[in-house]
C-alpha cells in the first residue's frame, strides 16, 4: 500500500491526463501533485500507480475526481476582507473615476481560478458598489474561469448555503442574493454581471483591456519557472494602469517585476505600469 511519504513515478498518469484533458502536469510542483495523487490512491483503496492507472482507465468519473482534487483551491465569499475592503475602497474607485474622465464607460475584471464562483461574484459586488458610488453608468463586465468545468457549471447555477452567506454584512446579503428553500441564490442582477468558462491558464488569455485581475492562491500550485508565463499573460490582459492581485502567500519576482508596481504589499495588488511607446521615430 502506497505512503503519503512515496514519491510515485507519475509520467505515465501525467501522459494519460493530457490526452484526456489537455492539461500539463508537468507545470504542476511536484511534491504537491505527488501528495494529491497519493491521497486520491488512498481514497480508492490503490496499493500502487498501476492499479490507481487501471482505475483512471476503466472509471471515468475517477480521471474528474482527479483533476478537483489537484487543481483544488479554498474559496469563500470576500476572502481576505481586507484585500476587498483596500479594492472597494481606494484603488477601484479610482481607477473607475480615472476612466471615467477619459471617456471610457466599461470596467472588465476577470477571476482567474474562481472555483465555485464566490471569488467573480465578491468582485462583482465590489465592483457594483464602487460604481455606484463613482459613476453608476459605468458598465460592469466580469469573467470567472477555472480549469474544472464541474465548478464552472456550479458558479453559473449561483445557488450557496445559507452557511456561506450567513456571514457576509446583511447589506450585502439581503441585496445580491434570495432566499430559495435552505439555500440562497445570487440575484439575476449580480448574475447577469458575471460570465463563467472552463479555461487553462497556461492557454492564451481569453480577455483583453481589462481594469482587474484577481488571481490568487492558485500559482502556488505551479513549479516557480511556468509563473512568469502566467503573470506575462495577465500582464498582456490588463490595460495600462490596470490592477492585479495576487495571494497573500505568493509574490511577482525576476523581470516581470518591472513591468508592474506593487501598490500595497499587504494585500499583494499590483498596478500595472503605463507603457511607452516605442512606436514612433526619434
Not at 474622465?101 to 464562483?117: D, M
Not at 463586465?141 to 445559507?162: N, Q, W
Not at 490568487?216 to 508565463?229: G, L, P, Q, S, T
Not at 506593487?262 to 516605442?278: S, T
Request: aromatic share 8%; proline share 2%; with cysteine.
Amino acid at each position: 500500500m502506497a505512503h503519503q511519504t512515496d514519491v510515485l513515478d507519475l509520467s505515465e498518469l501525467a501522459w494519460l491526463v493530457k490526452s484526456r484533458c489537455g492539461v500539463d502536469l508537468s507545470r504542476y510542483r511536484a511534491t504537491t501533485l505527488n501528495r494529491r495523487v497519493l491521497h486520491r490512491m488512498a481514497m480508492t483503496g490503490s496499493g500502487d500507480i498501476e492499479e490507481y492507472l487501471g482505475r483512471l482507465t476503466a472509471e471515468p468519473d475517477e480521471m474528474e475526481k482527479l483533476m478537483d482534487i489537484v487543481t483544488i483551491h479554498v474559496t469563500e465569499f470576500y476572502r481576505d476582507r481586507d484585500v476587498f475592503r483596500s479594492l472597494e475602497r481606494g484603488y477601484v474607485p479610482a481607477l473607475i473615476d480615472e476612466k471615467t474622465g477619459a471617456g471610457q464607460g466599461i470596467f472588465r475584471a476577470w477571476s482567474a481560478g474562481c472555483s465555485t464562483g464566490e471569488e467573480a461574484y465578491s468582485m462583482a459586488m465590489m465592483i457594483d458598489r464602487a460604481v455606484r458610488n463613482v459613476s453608476p453608468n459605468t458598465h460592469i463586465e466580469v469573467f470567472g474561469t477555472d480549469i474544472s468545468e464541474d465548478s464552472c457549471r456550479t458558479a453559473r447555477k449561483g445557488v450557496y448555503s445559507d452557511e456561506k452567506i450567513e456571514a457576509l454584512p446583511e447589506d450585502i446579503r439581503d441585496g445580491y442574493f434570495e432566499k430559495e428553500g435552505q439555500t440562497r441564490k445570487v440575484t439575476s442582477g449580480l448574475r447577469s454581471l458575471v460570465k463563467f468558462m472552463s479555461h487553462d491558464l497556461f492557454a492564451a488569455s481569453p480577455y483583453s483591456h481589462l481594469d482587474l485581475i484577481m488571481c490568487r492562491n492558485v500559482m502556488i500550485h505551479f513549479e516557480h519557472e511556468v509563473r512568469d508565463e502566467v503573470i506575462a499573460n495577465f500582464h498582456d490582459s490588463l490595460q495600462d494602469r490596470g490592477l492585479l492581485v495576487l495571494g497573500k502567500s505568493e509574490a511577482m519576482t525576476g523581470p516581470l517585476e518591472d513591468l508592474f508596481e506593487l501598490v500595497e504589499p499587504r494585500c499583494k495588488i499590483y498596478r500595472k505600469n503605463v507603457q511607452e511607446d516605442h512606436s514612433r521615430e526619434d
